[in-house]
């Protein structure tokens, strides 16, 4: 017996090619919630929302999100060893990175005027651990920015540290004494140091109970007033730092007052601190006084020469362990001469930072994490010499002019605003050439886009924009002189170096590229804007003498030395990074009446990298996140396609058995089973059983 299914069929088709459709709009649904996901995780815009919705889940929601962002270094450690797939390796209780140190190898050739020669050692390995605290919630659901404080502190890394690594720490090498050089820094200053040793000398000499007399006694001072203000200002003033200002004061207005007698004008006085003094007064002490500065001079610099460790280079240069060099678990140094104790390069002691940070889509492309408060300030006065802080315990406490221009303290810390796909919510993106900016401790680091590049993660393929550094940006402003104010600091710097003495204590400290090399910078021109020439190449000064005998020194890898940041594009996640800088100390900036012959010279204290890179498996899901809307683009319109193909073919099919049938209707002929299984052209049965 025959029977006809083919009205079955036709609705089958019809149902399944309607069912692909279905499918290829639910595909359609999916990776719009994708976008929207994606575009989620660029922002954090409240810190309690557990809303979500889409494929990527939970994380998406705007509680989780803040979670995460507000995870201890421990923490994220924690979690990176919970995860499966990822290896001890690819987890580390903190971000790793790298320090090498240099030592003076010829201190006593450069007091002499020769050249600077330097050997590296190292590599040091330490982990930086970072803590947010202070974090105001209700200030970051009402205004969509992130203000905390984050706490940043430094540990040995026990997988990385050898032997060698640890002992290093311990050994002694020669360096440009921070306390002298800064001392020194300013003109002048030497004389005025000069004079407190003379001071020095007197209080080491005289028995305590003749100490209030010294003033007439050697200086011919009249008693009273005058010798008691002498006393107290120069003597009996415990703070080294406070006798040396007096002192400072004192020959500024002597200086001051001998000018406008030479020019007929006698009602001038000079200041033994607060008290006023004739100017003939002034400059018979000055005189007395420096005809006393040889003999202290010597007596003062071999009284202290073994304590200093450098020979006859004391005191600008000075022996020290590693790790009081670099601050290493609170490690410091003291400076003979000064008795300044606590002395350190500050590269491992602990960091706080006060931030304000815009974290909300409401910003647009600012929104993904610019800062716009840095240490609670828009700006740092400090960068500008013609700026006066009106308030010392705030950077931004100067009134902006035409010769005052602060530094502002604007820029992205880490995640960029992602392309999205070109899908709408998505940003511009960073072609090759496209600049962006950083900050990084307050400094500006311009990087520059590359392009963008496939990296191969096992299985799969991930494009990533490569971004390398631009610039640093120097203070370059009125180096000419024709402008209002004062020179910028960096007028008179190497183009390969960036003053941030000022950021330092007025240090005379430079941040620069490792050995000075400007290749590592993409537009090393840049810097140069501003500067009519280069007062000296810093490498013309210094000659360095690289580490070896380990993996690290002997790799030639260009990548070692290079500032880098690797960006997943759609999302403008950063997934892998270094930032390698080199921290120098600046000797003879100024004529010396001590070390005459000793030249100008940046001279190289450390290098510091720090480095990040994701796990394998974060590289593959954001390899597998960033390949979906492509895949699932091309099976929503294949699945699309089909389902209305079949739904176009089962329509047809119903259409031609209903024209048979009323054909045979018309023409009175009674009705079989089979004569609803007929093809249209030829009435032949389509399916029998």
């Not at 390995?125 to 202070?134: I, V």
């Not at 002298?180 to 030497?190: F, I, M, Q, S, T």
């Not at 140091?193 to 100490?211: E, N, R, S």
């Not at 100024?590 to 480095?611: G, L, N, W």
Request: aromatic share 10%; hydrophobic share 40%.
């Amino acid at each position: 017996m025959r029977t006809c299914v083919g009205l079955s069929v036709a609705c089958c088709i019809i149902s399944l090619g309607l069912t692909g459709v279905a499918f290829a709009l639910f595909i359609a649904e999916k990776r719009k919630q994708l976008f929207d996901n994606v575009n989620d995780l660029m922002f954090i815009d409240n810190t309690e929302q557990t809303f979500f919705q889409g494929p990527i889940g939970e994380a998406t929601s705007e509680r989780e999100q803040f979670q995460k962002w507000a995870q201890s270094s421990h923490d994220m450690y924690k979690e990176c060893l919970r995860e499966e797939g990822n290896t001890k390796e690819e987890c580390t209780d903190g971000r790793p990175f790298l320090v090498t140190v240099f030592n003076v190898t010829n201190a006593f050739d450069v007091v002499m005027g020769e050249k600077v020669k330097v050997q590296e050692f190292g590599p040091l390995h330490f982990l930086e651990r970072e803590l947010k605290t202070s974090v105001d919630k209700a200030y970051w659901d009402q205004t969509g920015i992130a203000k905390f404080q984050s706490t940043k502190t430094y540990a040995l890394d026990e997988q990385r540290c050898t032997l060698a690594c640890r002992a290093l720490l311990k050994a002694e090498i020669v360096v440009p004494n921070p306390v002298w050089n800064a001392l020194v820094a300013a003109p002048g200053v030497e004389l005025a140091f000069a004079i407190a040793l003379v001071h020095v000398g007197i209080i080491k000499a005289t028995p305590q109970d003749q100490l209030p007399f010294v003033g007439v006694d050697l200086f011919n001072l009249i008693a009273g007033a005058e010798n008691d203000a002498f006393v107290s200002t120069f003597l009996t003033e415990p703070d080294m730092m406070r006798r040396l200002a007096a002192i400072g004061a004192f020959l500024a207005t002597t200086k001051g007052a001998l000018s406008a007698m030479m020019a007929g004008d006698l009602s001038k006085t000079c200041l033994l601190g607060a008290h006023a003094m004739p100017v003939s007064r002034c400059v018979a002490l000055l005189k007395a006084t420096q005809q006393a500065v040889p003999k202290a001079w010597r007596l003062a610099t071999t009284a202290t020469r073994p304590s200093y460790g450098a020979g006859l280079a004391n005191p600008v240069f000075i022996r020290v362990t590693v790790e009081q060099l670099l601050g290493f678990d609170g490690s410091s140094f003291m400076d003979p001469l000064t008795r300044m104790s606590g002395v350190n390069f500050a590269a491992l002691t602990p960091y706080i930072e006060q931030s304000e940070l815009l974290m909300a889509s409401k910003f647009g492309e600012r929104g993904t994490s610019y800062y716009a408060k840095f240490n609670n300030a828009i700006v740092d006065c400090r960068f500008d010499r013609d700026c006066t802080l009106e308030d010392a315990s705030r950077i931004d406490s100067c009134e902006p002019s035409s010769a005052c221009t602060p530094h502002s303290l604007g820029g992205y810390k880490m995640q960029l605003p992602g392309r999205l796909w070109g899908e709408a919510g998505g940003f511009p993106g960073y072609p090759a050439g496209k600049v962006f900016q950083m900050l990084v401790k307050g400094l500006h680091v311009s990087m520059v886009s590359k392009g963008e590049f496939d990296m191969d993660i096992g299985q799969f393929a991930l494009k990533y924009t490569r971004f390398l550094l631009s610039n640093i940006k120097r203070r370059t402003e009125n180096c000419n002189g024709t402008g209002p104010g004062s020179k910028g600091f960096d007028c008179d710097s190497p183009y390969s170096a960036v003053y941030i003495g000022h950021m330092a204590g007025d240090k005379p400290l430079y941040l620069s590229v490792p050995y000075f090399n400007g290749d590592l910078m993409q537009n090393p021109g840049e810097v140069q804007v501003g500067q009519d020439s280069e007062p000296y190449s810093a490498l013309s000064r210094v000659e360095i003498t690289p580490c070896t005998g380990n993996s690290w020194c002997n790799d030639t890898d260009p990548l070692r030395d290079l500032l880098y940041m690797y960006v997943e594009p759609e999302s403008g996640i950063p997934f892998a990074g270094q930032n390698p800088t080199q921290i120098n100390l600046r000797i003879g900036r100024h004529a010396s009446s001590y070390f005459p012959q000793m030249r100008d010279a940046i001279v190289p204290i450390y290098t510091k990298r720090s480095m990040v890179s994701a796990p394998q498996r974060t590289l593959q899901v954001l390899a597998k996140m960033q390949a979906t809307p492509a895949n699932s683009h091309q099976l929503f319109w294949v699945i699309l396609l089909g389902g209305v193909i079949l739904s176009a073919h089962g329509v047809c099919v119903l259409a031609c058995f209903w024209h048979r049938r009323q054909k045979i209707v018309q023409a009175d002929m009674p009705l079989g089973p089979e004569d609803m299984c007929v093809k249209c052209n030829n009435a032949r049965p389509i399916l029998r059983l």
